[in-house]
T-cell receptor, first 112, second 114 residues
Framework: DAGVTQSPTHLIKTRGQQVTLRCSPK?????VSWYQQALGQGPQFIFQ???????QRGNFPDRFSGHQFPNYSSELNVNALLLGDSALYLC???????????FGSGTRLTVV | GENVEQHPSTLSVQEGDSAVIKCTYS??????FPWYKQELGKRPQLIID?????GEKKDQRIAVTLNKTAKHFSLHITETQPEDSAVYFC?????????????FGKGTHLIIQP
């Protein structure tokens, strides 16, 4: 049973560019959340998708947007990249009503 | 919004001794409190969680206690082993059933000295 899978594992982008990160949830899960983890810090909640809609959003600017597809997979898009966007981006999935989040291994984004 | 404070930031204990990590939260509506272990370069892994209708939960060498009145919860690891060395994060959420995001503490780097 595959867990949460994320792609790519590593990415280097130039300041001002746009990036798309991808996540496939664990089998049986219908809810996907995205987190940003800066070096030496705890993960920070970006937003959560359920039934193809953004259900909740953390304190992140509109440059961060997302999408959920009918198969529950999800994308995170970041526009106009800043050096401060360099971080590990984690995807977590769960089944709404059951709870318990499973994390993927993350995408390491470096903005230069 | 919710704010989670975690202490200490670094904890060094002798192998075989116990380790305790403490967290406080601000939102009295929070009712789900998981703990995650993250090894260097790896994903956070859920090690134990507790809901607000329970005061204590134990799983082998790991236990979590919750004091809703004081709004704090703690992770207890007994008989520590070298493989327990990692960063541990506490978190809190209101919905608990997956309907909202988790608010994390800043983490505790646990070092097990041989």
């Amino acid at each position: 049973d595959a867990g949460v899978t994320q792609s790519p594992t590593h990415l280097i982008k130039t300041r001002g560019q746009q990036v798309t990160l991808r996540c496939s949830p664990k089998s049986g899960h219908d809810t996907v959340s995205w987190y940003q983890q800066a070096l030496g810090q705890g993960p920070q909640f970006i937003f959560q998708y359920y039934e193809e809609e953004e259900r909740q959003r953390g304190n992140f600017p509109d440059r961060f947007s997302g999408h959920q597809f009918p198969n529950y997979s999800s994308e995170l898009n970041v526009n106009a990249l800043l050096l401060g966007d360099s971080a590990l981006y984690l995807c977590a999935s769960t089944r709404t009503g059951v709870g318990g989040y499973t994390f993927g291994s993350g995408t390491r984004l470096t903005v230069v | 919004g919710e704010n989670v404070e975690q202490h200490p930031s670094t904890l060094s204990v002798q192998e075989g001794d116990s380790a305790v990590i403490k967290c406080t939260y601000s939102d009295s509506a929070s009712n789900y409190f998981p703990w995650y272990k993250q090894e260097l370069g790896k994903r956070p892994q859920l090690i134990i969680d507790i809901r607000s209708n329970v005061g204590e939960k134990k799983d082998q060498r790991i236990a979590v206690t919750l004091n809703k009145t004081a709004k704090h919860f703690s992770l207890h690891i007994t008989e520590t082993q070298p493989e327990d060395s990692a960063v541990y994060f506490c978190a809190a959420s209101v919905a608990g059933g997956g309907a909202d995001g988790l608010t994390f503490g800043k983490g505790t780097h646990l070092i097990i000295q041989p």
